[in-house]
């Protein structure tokens, strides 16, 4: 019996250490978080692809070329609702992790980006305030690099600079960088100011290469 018993809890813990909830409860030296935009405007085409299924493409190479033990978290804001007056108060009040912070599994994170549909209004100031609480529930004390997808501006009302900077207060080591696509002139020049209050850096892309090129640049840094 006891030898049955020994086996037993070897054989649990064998499958504990072996589930992404574990995963996610050891620290890692990289804690990334993907904020994606959901919103109905990532509907719209470049070059005769949806801007959403670019993004959806280049942030899972983006994935698959991460350390394999840097824990990965994936947020979606403007997903809820619709992007009409009817819809705004849903939208604007949710945002939602996908994809908890753990390693990189390739059809986990498929299927959680596969069902993401664009279509609300744009809530950036509450994705960076939920990353944040996010991150301090998870003690993630290792280097916290932020990267926020959008083709818009903050359209709910919040103050992504000033949650940037609660960000940045809450852990030294937390960076935002900000992957702007398809933006106007002034979008941008915001972009660039929240960007540099982040820590990081402002990357515009207009076009579905230079998007794909900007995350391949940013997994390479992971790997120097």
């Keep these: 019996m006891k030898k049955l018993l020994a086996a037993g809890i070897i054989g649990l813990l064998t499958v504990s250490i072996a589930s992404p909830s574990f995963a996610a409860e050891k620290q890692a030296d990289s804690n990334v978080a993907v904020l994606f935009d959901g919103s109905g405007s990532m509907v719209q085409k470049t070059g005769g692809e949806r801007k959403i299924d670019i993004a959806k493409k280049s942030v899972k190479s983006f994935a698959e070329l991460l350390p394999k033990d840097t824990n990965l978290m994936l947020r979606v804001f403007g997903h809820a609702g619709n992007n009409k007056l009817s819809g705004k108060a849903l939208s604007c009040s949710t945002t939602e992790t996908i994809y908890g912070l753990h390693p990189y599994e390739g059809s986990l994170f498929d299927n959680s980006l596969s069902e993401l549909k664009p279509t609300g209004w744009t809530p950036i100031a509450k994705a960076l305030a939920d990353t944040r609480k996010e991150f301090e529930a998870f003690d993630a004390d290792g280097k916290n690099v932020v990267y926020l997808i959008t083709d818009g501006e903050e359209t709910c009302g919040g103050d992504p600079a000033a949650e940037i900077e609660k960000l940045r207060a809450s852990n030294v080591d937390t960076i935002v960088n900000i992957i702007g696509f398809n ?39 992971f790997t120097e």
């Design 183 to 221: 933006f106007d002139v002034k979008g941008n020049e915001e972009m660039k100011q929240a960007a540099v209050a982040g820590g990081g850096e402002y990357i515009s892309a207009n076009s579905a290469d230079e998007f794909e090129q900007a995350w391949e640049k940013e997994a390479q840094k």
